[in-house]
């Protein structure tokens, strides 16, 4: 037979009322968790260079569990909590359950994990990358559930690491309505996405059977594109056509 102490049994008993009473700040909390914080040598800790983000936790963390004993000590910028118990019941919970959550609380994970994690381009791409697959895909389809839906999976191979992480990014198309439903706290990325929230419509023109568009210079986006330089563009889901990255110059693909 297994030995729960008294005090263990209350924590239960008082986290499960905490749970179903404050989804949107335990989803809070644990997409912090997910993003730059783990559980490790029996220790919960959530580390980050930027201190609204740290403060975010800690207040977020304080109003769960202050008035149930369990602390963090901040140094820094790392914040660490030494309870066992809190180490094993935050280990345990099946994430998989914010799928089913309601809208304002799947608002706010995606916003904690995409503050943590998720990474603004210099021409406003918004993606994000991790080693967990099943996160990725749980972020994938919450963002599909909000209705942005021009995503792109991938896999990239960081050679830093020598590992294999997963990713998406969003169409730059969607930023407008990304940033209409989650609102950076991360205010580097809330910048170089709000610059890239409007784009110039290009007509195409056809010719004996082929589609000639001229785009000028000024109205690429891109920065770093010169002249003579392939742009790869395609058609996103809603028939418009996207810049999706540039390529190498025309003189080595002749080659």
Known sequence: ??????????LNKKFDESFNNHKKEWASLLGHL????????KKVYYC????SLLDEFENTFNFLFKNLGLNLRRKEFVLVCD???LFHSLKGIDIT??????EHSKIVFLKALFDDEGSVSKQGTISIMMKDYKI??????????????NLTKYKIFNKKYQREYYAFRISRQENEKFLKIIVF???????RANKNTHFNRVKLQEMGGQFKMTIPRNKVLRKGWKKGQLLDIDFNEKGNLEIVEIKE???KIEE
């Open 1 to 10: 037979m297994t030995y729960i102490s008294p005090k263990a049994l209350f």
């Open 34 to 41: 997910f993003g730059d914080g783990g559980f490790s040598c």
């Open 48 to 51: 980050n260079t930027h201190t």
């Open 83 to 85: 309870s066992v118990y």
């Open 97 to 102: 359950y914010i799928l089913k959550e309601n």
């Open 136 to 149: 990725i895909n749980i972020l994938f389809n919450l963002l599909k559930d909000l209705k942005i839906k």
């Open 185 to 191: 706290t991360h205010k580097h990325k809330l910048e």
């Open 249 to 251: 110059n025309f003189k």
